[in-house]
């Protein structure tokens, strides 16, 4: 058994200056979102000192803004990409396995209005005869779910689906449209912390080879062709490295950074779209799902999906072609789609705009297509390789297309074709590999069990011990020790956080921003839970611990403030923040 290595925790300031040292890397992955997290986790697991730079924080843009689902890809099945499917339902059990403090079984139920609709269509889509969406009926989703038990059953983790007649879809679900004929029920899963399940992938990578470096909120700016030129974008210093290889995992900008990197290679290889969701406060919508996923069919043919989410529904999503993929938002005229399509499936529920308490938009990293359909644009993942040229001397990787539940597996493709370019070869797999939190998860009958053993072992009720577990996993045992230690304070304008939780993630998680720790490291801005009296209250707690000046305090607020606003759809904060007394502002 090979000896582990002991790798010391380095801070930021200690990365940066490691880097300047040694300045010549064998791989540079350039993109944080999940794919190349991914990538940089394979390769430190072979022993390769690889370094991951990401412009803003981990999971930021499209990695951030999933429809919060893990999947097998059931429609792709209609379009005949049948190695997806078989791949997606593969690496869905995988992580339901690998990281089951975040990865969950979700129950689906999906409204049909008739028994053979869809079927000349959907021959028409499988054969590549026709491209317009359709609703589908009963039979043919059935013979979709056939196909899908199968791939499923070979993984033995999941039910069979059931089709439910009309008797037994109004039983279940009387509050569906009078259109609803049938139902059909199979069962997938759900991610509830997709940020945070990136973030533990960099810490538990960086933790396995003393020569991977992740840093946040560095920038690739230039490049002469032999080495780049990146900065720290929190104190906007510029430092050079000599890559071997770089990745360019960086989604929709992929051709933004080729014309930086290979400004002799004309290839467009990304055509995004984008897709919006909302998250709405209706307790009519949260009772009528009770934990169930509805996925349902627009009036247009088109896939929308609305399940429970930390006490409200999310909602979404769209599919708009996209070219720039800067500030993305979701427009009115999405929001008023996605409104009126719940409408469409649940007619005596009464959702409007005001309901709407967090929107968040992503754009889908697809290969460049002449297609008029966006859904018709493969989901599939592939590696594209520019060889070393008379305008660059290193190799360059793209990474295009992909989707959150296959990251594993696209990572690992990438990192091989990596190992193949160095003349190195895979020493470790990550098939099997818990992921954070994950690691030593008890199965959900032993949890309340283990819940119980540490509450008595650190003196804290049981019901915060399981809160803590809920969001951290196992990890929450270092967040424990430390409670112990020193007596928590819970947070006087959200008594389900404390003081020492957050410096806990503060300094543990690669925190920088207000903004990553109210969206990213916790789920209070998502779930419709944040109040400028809190934003406060945080903003003056991270300002004690990262040594932020007065004004730079109110700097964060405000940029997280206009973010909220710009990209979020949450402005009431700012306009109740211009109203409060100062004294509520300026906590402490």
């Known amino acids: 058994m090979r000896k582990q290595e002991v790798v010391v925790k380095r801070s930021r300031q200690e990365k940066l200056a490691a880097l300047r040292q040694h300045n010549r890397v064998p791989v540079l992955v350039v993109g944080g979102g999940i794919n190349g997290i991914s990538t940089f986790r394979e390769l430190a697991l072979q022993g390769i000192p690889v370094v991951l730079i990401e412009k803003d924080d981990w999971c930021q843009a499209a990695s951030g803004a999933l429809s919060r689902m893990i999947h097998g890809g059931l429609r792709y099945l209609e379009t005949g990409e049948f190695d997806l499917v078989k791949e997606s339902v593969q690496e869905r059990d995988r992580l339901l396995k690998n990281a089951p403090h975040y990865v969950s079984p979700l129950r689906t139920t999906v409204p049909i209005d008739s028994w053979g609709g869809g079927l ?17 009926g009963a039979l043919l989703i059935k013979t979709g779910l056939a196909l899908y038990d199968l791939y499923t059953r070979q993984q033995g983790s999941m039910p069979r689906h059931r089709l439910n007649n009309t008797a037994e879809t109004r039983a279940r679900w009387p509050g569906f449209a009078v259109w609803v004929k049938y139902s059909a029920t199979w069962y997938d899963a759900w991610i509830k912390a997709p940020e945070r399940l990136g973030v533990e992938l960099v810490l538990d990578t960086e933790q396995s080879h003393a020569g991977a470096l992740a840093l946040n909120y560095v920038s690739l700016v230039a490049s002469d062709g032999e080495r780049v030129t990146l900065r720290d974008n929190l104190t906007n210093t510029l430092f050079t490295l000599e890559p071997h290889v770089v990745v360019n995992a960086t989604g929709a900008w992929i051709d933004h950074l080729n014309q930086q990197l290979a400004p ?18 209706s307790p009519a919508l949260l009772a009528e799902l009770r934990d169930e996923m509805v996925y349902y069919e627009n009036q247009d043919g088109r896939v929308c999906i609305m399940f429970p989410w930390y006490g409200k529904v999310l909602v979404g999503s769209t599919d708009i072609r996209v070219d720039d993929p800067e500030n993305i938002a979701c427009t ?26 967090y929107t968040f938009s992503g754009i889908r990293p697809l290969p460049a297509s002449d297609t008029e359909i966006s859904g018709r644009i493969t989901r599939n993942h592939s590696l594209v390789y520019f060889p070393p040229d008379a305008s660059h001397d290193f190799s360059i990787l793209n990474l295009v297309g992909g989707k959150w539940t296959t990251f594993r ?22 098939v099997n590999m818990a992921i954070g939190g994950g690691r030593n998860f008890p199965c959900h009958e032993r949890l309340p069990i283990w819940i119980r053993e540490l509450s008595d072992k650190y003196q804290l009720a049981e019901p915060r011990v399981a809160q803590l577990v809920d969001r951290y996993g196992t990890r929450a045992e270092l967040l424990l020790r430390l409670i112990a230690a020193e007596e928590e304070q819970p947070l006087q304008h959200h008594a389900d956080y404390s003081d020492t939780e957050l410096r806990w993630l503060i300094h543990e998680e690669q925190v920088f921003m207000l903004e990553d720790l109210l969206l990213r490291r916790t789920a209070l801005g998502i779930s419709g839970q944040l109040t400028p009296p809190l934003m406060a209250e945080i903003a003056h707690l991270m300002a004690q611990e990262l040594a932020w000046s007065e004004a730079c305090r109110q700097q964060q ?32």
């Open 332 to 357: 009115p005229e999405e929001q008023r789609y996605i409104l009126e399509s719940l409408h469409f499936i649940f007619p005596h529920i009464n959702v409007s705009a005001e309901d709407v308490v």
């Open 557 to 588: 607020l405000e940029m997280t403030l206009s973010r909220l606003a710009r990209l979020h759809g949450v402005s009431g904060l700012r306009l109740a923040c211009q109203s409060q007394p100062a004294g509520v502002l300026h906590v402490g």
């Open 264 to 281: 002799a290679d004309p290839r467009r290889l990304i055509g995004g779209t984008k897709g919006s969701h909302l998250i709405i406060d």
């Open 409 to 430: 597996r696209f990572g690992e493709q990438a990192a091989d074709r990596v190992l193949k370019l160095l003349g190195e070869k895979r020493r470790r797999s990550t």
């Open 120 to 136: 000349i269509n959907a021959s028409k889509r499988f054969l590549r005869l026709g491209e317009k969406p359709t609703r589908r």
